[in-house]
Nanobody
Framework: QGQLVESGGGLVQAGASLRLSCTAF????????MSWFRQAPGKEREFVAA????????YYADSVKGRFTISRDNAKNTVYLQMNSLIPEDTAVYYC????????????????????WGQGTQVTVSS
C-alpha cells in the first residue's frame, strides 16, 4: 500500500532553518498531490503546504508563505519542506501526506482528502 517516512525534524532557535524530507516506500506517489500538515499540542492539524504533480504547482498556508518552500524529487520518491526564518509558532509535529487518489487536479487543504500519512517528525523552535 505504500509508506511515507518523514525525517529532518529537530530543536532549533528562532531564525534558523530546517529541511524536512518525506520518502515513500513500497509504491510511487509521483502522480499524487503531496502535502505537509502540522499539529501543535492542543490544536487541530493544519495545512502547511502542498505540491501538485502536473507540472509542479505549489500552495502555502498564509502563516508560512515566503518562509517555507515545498518541492519534490520524483526520481527519489521524496518530497521536501524547506523551512526558513523559523519562529516559535512553527513548533509542531509535521506530517507528510499523499492525496487519496492520483491525478487530482485540485489541491486540497483539509486532511480528510489525504489517504496516506507518515508518522510525523517533531519540530521545536525555541525563542
Amino acid at each position: 500500500q505504500g509508506q511515507l517516512v518523514e525525517s529532518g525534524g529537530g530543536l532549533v532557535q528562532a531564525g534558523a532553518s530546517l529541511r524536512l524530507s518525506c520518502t515513500a516506500f513500497g509504491r510511487t506517489f509521483s502522480n499524487y498531490v503531496m502535502s505537509w500538515f502540522r499539529q501543535a499540542p492542543g490544536k487541530e492539524r493544519e495545512f502547511v503546504a502542498a505540491i501538485s504533480w502536473y507540472p509542479s504547482t505549489t500552495y502555502y498556508a498564509d502563516s508560512v508563505k515566503g518562509r517555507f518552500t515545498i518541492s519534490r524529487d520524483n526520481a527519489k520518491n521524496t518530497v521536501y519542506l524547506q523551512m526558513n526564518s523559523l519562529i516559535p509558532e512553527d513548533t509542531a509535529v509535521y506530517y507528510c501526506a499523499a492525496a487519496s487518489r492520483p491525478f487530482e487536479r485540485s489541491i486540497a487543504v483539509t486532511s480528510d482528502q489525504y489517504g496516506y500519512w507518515g508518522q510525523g517528525t517533531q519540530v521545536t523552535v525555541s525563542s
